[in-house]
């Protein structure tokens, strides 16, 4: 590495680290509740099942990262009703072209 990139790693604040999904050394769960709530849509819930632990660990980490309780609410709703429809939610899907 070169001296202003070792120079930022130092400065680096130890809160913004390991923010993303991918960087959770813990499994990523959503709550009892949040999970019966899911279940209720045996279609979404199949559809949502059937998608690689990638996604679903993301998808999830999306869900459980809101810092709001609303939000977090919304995106639940969100990744429910876009599972429901067999597709993956906006955030996640690949562009095509």
């Not at 869900?63 to 639940?76: F, I, Q």
Request: charged share 40%.
């Amino acid at each position: 590495m070169r001296p202003a990139g070792l120079k930022a790693f130092e400065a680096r604040a130890e809160e913004r680290s390991a923010v993303y999904s991918h960087e959770q050394k813990k499994d990523i769960t959503l709550d009892e509740a949040e999970e019966r709530q899911f279940r209720e849509h045996p279609k979404a819930w199949d559809y949502f099942q059937g998608q690689t632990a990638s996604y679903r660990k993301a998808a999830i980490w999306w869900v459980v990262s809101a810092k709001k309780e609303e939000t977090r609410k919304k995106r639940l709703a969100s990744l429910i009703e876009d599972s429901e429809q067999g597709r993956t939610i906006p955030l996640l899907t690949r562009r095509k072209g």
